[in-house]
């Protein structure tokens, strides 16, 4: 990586427990999971629950796209921590997606290998008190609420699957970091045109209050039409808002990118300078607050 932004330490997963992260990582199956145990969650814990989702539900209507909107409604989340059991049988019967339960981030492969089985890995805990308004690793409520609801949309859903599939071809830490990329601009951070405007669909998006309004209503940040291989170009930091964000015109946009030629678009991306966060290059289609 040239430039010096800020990329994620890549979690280093030596032994189960002791890989520097928050979640209890000592009583998991093979593949990482772990039972959510939802009896274990606190009256405090279900009403911290209800205060995130009522904030973010309060915002989603004006800022969120229509698909994330549709399926939240169906999840019907917002009385308690969800049961993933029973939000899996209604994902499951959209479109064949489940939830797994995990101790929090874990390994790459592992994470495309549940992808790419329609399992998406939910971590278990949930943030406390003095974090809504931000946390380093994703919690229940930024993985449920931000992630699952896009899942009942079948060419959403269709995506991720393919994205998994992917990632599991990934060679070498180059394509992993690609790879990354694309993940980040367009599954957390991603926007979308719509016909009352822009519209955000990235899970980092709609469940966090600050960046969700700041993604559709500043002037500060670079808006470009999604475009495979600059996506895939783009440096990006974990630690403040985006400088950029990726505008999809609709789904199918984003399954057809990670079709046959995806591997010729790694080749492409990977031989390319990195592009820094904020900046734009010749060529870029630049969008303007009015979409
Ligand atoms: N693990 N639980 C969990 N959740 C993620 O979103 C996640 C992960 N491991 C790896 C990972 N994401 C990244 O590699 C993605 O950007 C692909
Ligand atoms: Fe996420």
């Not at 593949?31 to 209800?50: F, G, I, L, M, N």
């Not at 690609?178 to 599954?187: A, G, I, Q, S």
């Amino acid at each position: 990586m040239t430039q010096n932004q800020s990329q994620p330490a890549e979690p280093l997963f030596t032994i189960p427990g002791d890989c520097g992260l928050r979640g209890d990582y000592s009583a998991m199956a093979k593949d990482w999971t772990v039972e959510q145990d939802w009896d274990s969650y606190s009256p405090a814990e279900h009403d911290r629950w209800r205060r995130l989702y009522r904030r973010q539900r309060a915002l989603i209507t004006d800022y969120a796209g229509p698909a994330f909107i549709k399926g939240l409604t169906a999840l019907d989340c917002g009385d308690e921590i969800p049961r993933f059991d029973l939000a899996s049988a209604r994902l499951s019967a959209l479109t064949g997606w489940r939830l797994v339960a995990v101790p929090g981030l874990i390994p790459n492969d592992i994470f495309f290998g549940h992808l790419a089985a329609r399992q998406f890995p939910v971590c278990r805990w949930l943030r406390e008190e003095n974090e809504l308004d931000y946390l380093v690793e994703p919690d229940v409520f930024h993985d449920f609420f931000g992630h699952i609801p896009l899942l009942t949309d079948p060419v959403f859903a269709a995506f991720v699957q393919a994205y998994g599939q992917r990632g599991l071809r990934a060679k070498g830490p180059r394509d992993l970091e690609l790879m990354t990329r694309l993940y980040w601009y367009m599954v957390e951070f991603g926007l979308i045109q719509t016909k009352a405007g822009l519209r955000a669909i990235g899970a980092g998006l709609v469940s966090s209050a600050g960046e969700l309004c700041y993604s559709i209503d500043s002037h500060e940040p670079l808006r470009l039409a999604f475009d495979q291989i600059r996506v895939l170009r783009t440096l990006y930091r974990i630690d403040a808002y985006q400088r950029t964000y990726f505008v999809l015109n609709d789904f199918d946009q984003l399954f057809k990118s990670i079709d046959a030629h995806f591997h010729d678009a790694l080749e492409t991306a990977a031989h390319a300078d990195a592009i820094a966060a904020g900046s734009a290059i010749k060529g870029d289609k630049i969008l303007s607050l009015a979409g």
